[in-house]
């Protein structure tokens, strides 16, 4: 079994910064995709941004140069540091990994956490 452990969430002004994190425990032998999505009230979850197959980064257009993604392999840990919030990036955030456990390949996501930026 697997379990994603997101922290890191909570209320910040507008233009204020938040460093989520997602770390990933139980049966890992190797991890493919690993990244954040988010979904806001009333609208589909969608990509904020995520290291892809070969190890690029992906960012959805509306947080391109304010978001950041970056990963400790070795403690199975991706995060996501948000700068220059702004009230449309309040959402839950959700993050991703595919991850081999030894029977096969397989989806998993984190529980959840809110942020939201308000003043």
């Known amino acids: 079994q697997v379990q994603l452990v997101e922290s890191g969430g909570g209320l910040v002004q507008p233009g204020g910064s938040l460093r989520l994190s997602c770390a990933a425990a139980g049966s890992i032998f190797r991890i493919n995709t690993m990244g954040w999505y988010r979904q806001a009230p009333g609208k589909q979850r969608e990509l904020a941004a995520a290291?892809?197959?070969?190890?690029?980064?992906n960012y959805a257009d509306s947080v391109k140069g304010r978001f950041t993604v970056s990963r400790d392999n070795g403690k199975n840990t991706v995060y996501l540091q948000m700068n220059s919030l702004k009230p449309e990036d309040t959402a839950i955030y959700y993050c991703n990994m595919k991850i081999y456990t030894g029977t096969g390949w397989y989806d998993y996501w984190g529980q959840g956490t809110q942020v939201t930026v308000s003043s």
């Open positions: 290291f892809i197959s070969g190890g690029s980064t």
